[in-house]
């Protein structure tokens, strides 16, 4: 009986990055806009309760995710297939 080699070629098509990648990606784009959030209202919501202005601040969410998101994903898109073709590159040189 033969069994499957479950790890990908590095000829195979070039598949999405993992959960994490994308988690650490939004984290990035996220948490400069989130402290920009914060520093902005603050005057504005001095008073307010901690989990209203959390409620506010997260309303800002869809608009980082879908302006802001891509950039960084990109940019991690780029250089990790230029690392892919050069390690497909050396192996084939290699062969």
């Not at 989130?34 to 409620?55: E, N, S």
């Not at 309303?59 to 891509?70: E, G, K, R, T």
Request: glycine fraction near 4%.
């Amino acid at each position: 009986m033969t069994q499957r080699n479950p790890a990908p070629s590095l000829s195979s098509p070039r598949t999405a990055p993992s959960i994490h990648v994308r988690a650490a990606l939004t984290w990035l784009a996220i948490v400069p806009l989130v402290a920009i959030g914060l520093t902005a209202t603050a005057p504005f919501t001095i008073g307010w309760d901690p989990v209203l202005r959390a409620f506010v601040l997260t309303l800002v969410v869809p608009l980082a995710v879908s302006l802001f998101v891509p950039r960084p994903k990109t940019i991690h898109d780029r250089y990790s297939w230029r690392l892919v073709d050069r390690l497909s590159e050396g192996c084939s040189r290699s062969a």
